[in-house]
């Protein structure tokens, strides 16, 4: 169990990233869960802001949905929001989170503590700076498979 990592197998290439189940353990275990479904295969990264972050996770590209399964409880910790960071997107309200995440582009220290992080880019982070921009791009770069290992 030590050191699980997931890649996500990009068009431009493999983006790496260390699980954190001692932030999140509840929030890895989901992501684990959903990968091992396929649930990430061919899911687009719906939301890249420069200087910011990409997001990704929706099975239908808008934003709007995530998995069948429940909502997670909240595992904020104080893991800051920096560079390559892996965060849960959630709405207004904090127990919200559900399939999708985000990877920080840039610091984004203002979202310290209010979002759960459960992982952090450890190689490929110029595949995560390659996606195409917008809300939503207009060819959205995606997830052709994830794996965890």
């Known amino acids: 169990m030590a050191d699980e990592k997931l890649t996500l197998s990009l068009d431009t290439g493999d983006v790496v990233i260390k699980l954190r189940p001692d932030l999140a353990p509840g929030h890895v ?3 684990k ?3 091992s479904e396929g649930f990430y295969d061919g ?5 890249v802001i420069p200087g910011f972050m990409a997001q990704g996770g929706c099975p239908d590209g808008t934003g709007m949905g ?4 429940p909502d997670l409880k909240a595992e904020f910790n104080a893991e800051p929001h920096v560079r390559g960071v892996c965060s849960m997107a959630r709405t207004s309200a904090p127990h919200s989170a559900n ?4 990877i920080c582009l840039d610091d984004a220290r203002f979202l310290d503590k209010q979002y759960t992080v459960w992982g952090q880019v450890e190689s ?3 595949h995560v700076d390659a996606l195409p921009k917008g809300e939503p ?3 959205p770069g995606k997830i052709k498979t994830a794996t965890v290992s």
């Open 66 to 69: 995530g998995s069948k399964k």
């Open 99 to 102: 399939s999708q995440f985000f």
């Open 29 to 31: 275990d989901r992501i």
């Open 43 to 47: 899911v687009k990264f719906h939301r």
């Open 33 to 35: 869960e959903l990968v």
């Open 137 to 139: 791009p207009r060819e």
């Open 124 to 126: 490929g982070m110029e």
